[in-house]
């Protein structure tokens, strides 16, 4: 092990991103090239380079994951206005959605969105969205002391 140099095991095509490439482009070229990490060019220039840990990161900021509130997981039809509505009658109850997020659900004629929210207990949050979707997948309070 003491004589084995980097060039023995590193990558030789090196796949590259820019400043400007979204952040979900960014984590599909990581994960479908098995990479944990890609470096940030511009005029073939290193710029940086983006991580793992990142993407993480990022993944915690879009599910509001350090506000505090109620994490509410849904699973919802896949049909024009269903988020619009379930948002509304959030809204129009005194709710406020920090963060949405969307993610596959068990078919594809469903999906599961994944909302903070604040400004409304958790009883009546789930009573006020029970009618409006598929499902309630999870509901989790988070008080930040």
Known sequence: MSRMT???VM?????SITADTPI???AQ???DNGISGIPVMEDEKLVGIIAETDLFKAFIEVLGAREPGIRLTVLLAKTAGQIARLSQAICDAG???FS???FLG???ETGEVTLKVGGIPKEKLVALVTPLVDK???VREKVIL
Not at 11 to 15: C, D, E, L, N, T
């Open 100 to 102: 949405l997020g969307t």
């Open 136 to 138: 309630v997948l999870d």
């Open 106 to 108: 068990f078919s594809a």
């Open 6 to 8: 980097v060039d023995k």
């Open 29 to 31: 070229i990581m994960i």
């Open 11 to 15: 990558s030789v095509k090196v796949i």
């Open 24 to 26: 979900e482009e960014a």
């Open 95 to 97: 709710g406020n959605i």
